[in-house]
């Protein structure tokens, strides 16, 4: 294979994992090796960030926000615009890495780094748009209103399977709000963190920008638990399993800041007798075995009317039979590895669940030898009771459950028994129940789609779920509100200084 995007994007063996600024302080004793699930070689090594770097980088993270919380808004939208253009430039480089060290393929690496494209442009038009309210005040002569202010540091702490567009949805609309970042990306996927961060340097540096406006550490859990504690990062975004987020959302919680979670998916289509049955294909095999399973969004329950259960099953098993699994980077391949060995050994304890509890496999499942890493597996389809354990969990892998229901409201009820809340569609051309399921009494998911599968999002939407998905909103529309602090300004311009209800206080 041809590794030059490693170069391109300034990668070399040893890579210094905490954005210090400060010589000497690259410490490689301790490191992460970042091995590729693809062929199993090691990549490269990030260096962990020490107690004293972390110190380093957050004093000079607050000294850059003293600076850039001054900069206009649209100039910072312009610096924004300008890491947009150098992701254009390295979009090929960067896709490559993200689908060697992460292993979903080419196709989605690529599609990775346009969404960071695509919001770049969306922050820079919203740099212009960061809109308060006014309001008229009870007092005469008085004025009202409200407006938003930068916060501070924001920490973002993110998940292995979307290496760089997590951080970027987060970091550019937190940059256009006059925030600075400091970024923890997965230990699973550090080489992505280093190499957006290494486009950032150049942009900053082009603008004469101070070090410390975006900013890296890395390590495992207890590194961004440095973070979770520190009072002087008044916002955690982070992006994770549910079992992070309930420890993350604790830890803030504690302290009194800000956290922005967006956790676990269990995510469901339920399939009326008027579907369309070719958008049922394409929307549940991509949802479901798009890379690899290991999506937020990713399709793991299939709600099928009993008139069209044995018609979708066949369909579906068929499809799954023509799938082609293997090296991501080769673009006949649909399917890549799984992000190491530790998630295979889940996958297959649940097909031993699934087994257990008498779920039937419709397609089995199992490791794949001889594909060039330990971590490809087969992605299978079970056929389960509505209420089966197992699929009321989210297995970050290629399983998809198949369920039978009667009338809407039950499945209605189905998809909504599980404990997460993130994604769900429904497959209809019946407008009575597309409106029944996007109604209030439908589905309690924070995105809801009509004839779309659940799997990935628009960037212009407000992206997250409800429940143990954590409530958080990232992305488009009006969530970068959570990104500024809100400040309610009165001012009289009168003579006067009438007190509030009635009082009067004569001196
Ligand atoms: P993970 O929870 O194992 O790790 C995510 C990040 O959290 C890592 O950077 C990790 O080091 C950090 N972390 C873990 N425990 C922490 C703690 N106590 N304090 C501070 N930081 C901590 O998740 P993963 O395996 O990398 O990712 C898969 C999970 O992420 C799945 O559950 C998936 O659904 C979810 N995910 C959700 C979304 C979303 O937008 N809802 C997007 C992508 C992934």
């Not at 056929?383 to 499945?411: C, G, H, N």
């Not at 939407?461 to 602090?485: C, I, L, N, P, Q």
Request: aromatic fraction near 6%; include cysteine.
């Amino acid at each position: 294979m041809n590794k030059d995007f490693i170069q391109e994007l300034g990668l070399s063996a040893d890579n210094d994992g905490s954005s210090t600024g400060q010589q000497g302080m690259h410490n490689p004793a301790a490191h992460i090796s970042s091995a590729s699930p693809v062929d199993g070689a090691e990549i490269g090594r990030v260096s962990v960030t020490t107690p004293e770097q972390y110190e380093a980088i957050i004093e000079r993270a607050t000294e850059a926000f003293k600076h850039w919380r001054t900069v206009p808004a649209p100039r910072r939208g312009e610096i924004v615009r300008q890491y947009g253009e150098a992701l254009r430039e390295h979009k090929d480089a960067l896709g490559r890495l993200v689908s060697y060290e992460m292993g979903k393929s080419l196709q989605e690496g690529w599609g990775e780094v346009q969404e960071m494209i695509d919001i770049c442009d969306f922050a820079v038009g919203l740099s212009r748009q960061l809109h308060g309210f006014t309001m008229h005040s009870e007092r005469p002569l008085h004025r009202m209103y409200e407006q938003y202010h930068p916060l501070g540091i924001v920490g973002v702490i993110s998940a292995f399977n979307f290496p760089v567009a997590v951080w970027s949805w987060n970091a550019m609309i937190a940059l256009v709000c006059g925030d600075v970042v400091v970024w923890k990306p997965s230990e699973k996927a550090p080489l992505c963190g280093v190499a957006c961060q290494n486009i950032w340097a150049k942009v900053a540096a082009a603008n004469d920008l101070p070090e410390g406006i975006s900013n890296l550490i890395n390590g495992d859990y207890t590194v961004g638990e440095w973070m979770t504690k520190d009072t002087r990062v008044p916002l955690i975004s982070a992006t994770g399993s549910t079992r992070m987020g309930k420890a993350v959302a604790q830890t803030v919680a504690a302290r009194l800041g800000k956290s922005l979670l967006e956790l676990g998916g269990n995510n469901a289509i339920i399939i009326t007798p008027s579907a369309d049955m070719d958008l049922v294909l394409t929307g549940a095999l991509f949802g479901a075995v798009g890379t690899c399973g290991q999506r937020c969004t990713s399709t793991r329950r299939l709600i099928i009317h009993e008139s069209r259960y044995e018609e979708v099953r066949d369909k579906l098993a068929k499809a799954y039979g023509q799938l082609k699994i293997g090296d991501p980077l080769d673009e006949k391949n649909h399917v890549g590895p799984l992000i190491d060995a530790q998630s295979v050994e889940t996958y297959l304890k649940a097909i031993e669940g699934i087994k257990a509890e008498g779920g039937k496999m419709v397609v089995d499942g199992g490791r794949i030898d001889g594909l060039g890493s330990d971590c490809y597996v087969q992605p299978c389809i079970a056929e389960v009771e509505a209420d089966s354990k197992m699929a009321q969990q989210e297995t970050f892998a290629p399983i998809l459950y198949l369920m039978k229901y009667r009338d809407l409201d039950e499945a209605i009820a189905i998809q909504n028994s599980v404990p997460q809340g993130l994604s769900s569609a429904i497959m209809t051309t019946n407008m009575r129940e597309s409106e029944r399921f996007l109604s209030a009494t439908g589905s309690d998911c924070g995105i809801a789609n009509v004839n779309i599968g659940t799997s990935g999002a628009e960037i212009g939407g407000a992206f997250g779920g409800e429940k143990e998905t954590g409530g958080g909103r990232e992305s488009g529309s009006d969530a970068w509100k959570v990104y500024m602090r809100r400040q309610t300004n009165t001012i009289n311009y009168s003579t006067e200084l009438p007190l509030a209800q009635g009082i009067s206080f004569n001196l």
